[in-house]
């Protein structure tokens, strides 16, 4: 409990001292998922998903308030790493622009079904708990944290008080300092390269264009078109 | 997909418009039964990946791509899924379903 508090004042005592801006670049590992090895199609897709996670890295620009993430290489072609998208327990496909201050992530997804991009902006609820286990990355004291997703699948994150903004890869946020490592299910984030320049500041932009959805109309439109193919 | 379903149904029927009228009729048919197999399949898949601890999103994702995988192994590459470059077309950027 000592830790935590004395991780919290570090963070209100960092972000009083100004803006912070920069650039994390992430790896992405995809693990053995026990429940892929019982299906021949999905280990098929998990294998071919663990090569292609080779092939890319991921980018989150930060400032003070407000955080971007995507594919480092994007646009890319969505079906040919569609394995890698697939054998993920996350969504590193999904372009995120999340609002620090308000907790609000709005990303940009596409739907294959219907074959057109939406932006998904919601809210989250980890449900964080801090821990006092703590290890380096990059030189950064990092702290864990574990979550929930609202799939209630588990989050463990390590976050760094060092850099006193609450992002991290996609819209995962919430904890006192910059996620470096993160990982869901059998999916793993590993920072490797920390930046810090205003030169990206401008990448930081919401998108707009396209129609705005929930999770609760996002969960609509999943259970229309599993309906559809029920009954084909 | 309807749409998709469909373009399959009427590609392979234009494919064989040279032949009689009585083989295009059997071919329409033989793609119509293989698009439901597909689907049959979907469903097993579906109700397996949750019978297995998969939240219905997952589940979902999993067995649709699968689905897709299955339309390509009885048609052959779809218009417009083009797998192997790896840059966007004009059309798409990224991106599935944030879990």
Redo the contacts between chains.
Sequence with gaps: MKNIITILLFFISLVGLGQISGKVEYEIEIGDDPRFLLHEGLTEIMRSGQTLSNDLTFNLYFKENQSYFEINNSPINYLYYVNLFMAASTDPECSCYSDLKNQIFSCVIYNRFLDEEFILEDKNDFQWEITNEEKEIQNLKVFKAIGKTRNNERIEAWFTPEIPVNAGPENFMGLPGLILELQVLYTKYICKKIEFTNSYDSKIVKATGKEIINYKSFDEQIQKQHNFLMNQ | ??KMLFSAIAMVAFTVSANAANEIVESVEEVTTS??SC??Q??N??D??IS???????A??????????CLEKTYGPLP??????????P?????????
């Design positions: 997909m309807k698009s439901t689907a049959t979907y469903s898949n579906y397996y990946f297995i601890g998969m939240s219905a999103q997952n979902y994702t999993l067995a649709y791509g699968l689905f897709w995988n417009g899924t083009g797998k192997d470059t790896k840059e966007a077309t059309k798409q950027t990224e991106t599935i379903s944030p879990r």
